[in-house]
């Protein structure tokens, strides 16, 4: 199996999006600079969507040489932005910021009653499955259950082969607890069907996100979002979860987390917060929807071809 996490889902819509004659007069390297060669007779464009404290890219971007390579660098988020000019040389007139997007997908009805409450959490092992398992231990409500559909093969074969067997003991701990139910991976297009079925994402982030397409679905769906604050998903998510101060006492993070997740069942029957999910899904679609991001695309591409290279 290839890799298929958010930066290859986003490059496919980006292909669905964007006329092919309009694209192929960019070469566009995904995050990794030296991936895929630089074109003499293209535009080369770097679409950034990793954090810039990866290591296997340090030494490219503190060499302003091969930083002038590249004709413009679209970044995921305005917080990955600004991680990248505080710490690199990058010429902030080639950089631009075009979000991620997400495709049209089944909405969740918030307004039948529910007396059980389905939570699910579909982001990577490493970037706060643990606190959440720590959490579900200690919530107090027996109507709520979680579905964990966490993995590392979403980045591909290989690396689910050399990665996966770290969080084995992880895995085991979610099958073992009553009211956790471990489904590993599923692709993202059984995600996106299935969605609208839950309730509430759960996420108490440890890991940053420099922008979080885990989120975006779950908010765009009209499910309830619980995360925290940390790295990007302010900008991401807005004023619509309830966010739980980041904690880097993980002990600690998950009991502010469980008493959320215990709130979630009277939260989620509130007329209130009704009408609050509903402005949610607008927001999403008219905002976040691809045909609105393919757009800025175009716009941009076009405007590149106009300016010519800058380097």
């Not at 298929?4 to 990794?32: H, M, P």
């Amino acid at each position: 199996m290839k890799p298929l996490g958010g930066t290859e889902l986003q490059y496919k819509f980006l292909q669905q999006y964007v006329s092919k004659d309009l694209l192929d007069k960019f070469q566009i390297c995904l995050s990794v600079p030296g991936e895929k060669p630089l074109a003499k007779d293209k535009i080369n464009i770097l679409w950034q969507k990793m954090a810039p404290d990866q290591p296997h890219f340090q030494q490219f971007f503190q060499n302003e040489q091969q930083i002038a390579q590249f004709d413009f660098f679209v970044f995921n988020s305005h917080w990955n932005y600004e991680q990248f000019r505080k710490k690199f040389k990058i010429p902030h007139e080639k950089c631009t910021v075009i979000k991620n997007g997400i495709k049209d997908i089944k909405l969740r009805d918030p307004s039948p009653r529910r007396e059980k409450i389905r939570l699910i959490y579909h982001p990577t092992p490493w970037r706060g499955l643990s606190v959440l398992l720590g959490s579900m231990q200690l919530i107090n409500n027996t109507n709520i259950t979680l579905d964990v559909y966490s993995s590392t093969k979403i980045y591909g074969t290989d690396f689910e082969n050399t990665n996966d067997n770290t969080y084995k003991a992880l895995y085991d701990q979610a099958k073992n607890l009553p009211n956790v139910n471990y489904i590993g991976y599923k692709s993202n297009d059984y995600i996106l069907e299935n969605l609208h079925n839950y309730d509430a994402f759960v996420y108490p982030n440890i890991w940053e996100e420099t922008f979080c397409i885990s989120a975006l679905e779950a908010l765009a769906c009209g499910l309830y979002v619980a995360t925290t604050d940390n790295g990007c998903l302010y900008e991401t998510c807005s004023e619509f979860p309830i966010y739980v101060p980041y904690n880097n006492n993980y002990e600690e993070l998950a009991r502010q987390f469980a008493s959320v997740i215990d709130g979630i069942p009277e939260q989620i029957n509130d007329p209130g917060l009704h009408i609050h999910l509903k402005f949610q899904q607008n927001f999403y679609k008219n905002f976040y929807n691809w045909k609105v991001i393919g757009n800025q695309w175009t716009n941009f591409l076009q405007g590149a071809l106009q300016n010519g290279t800058r380097s």
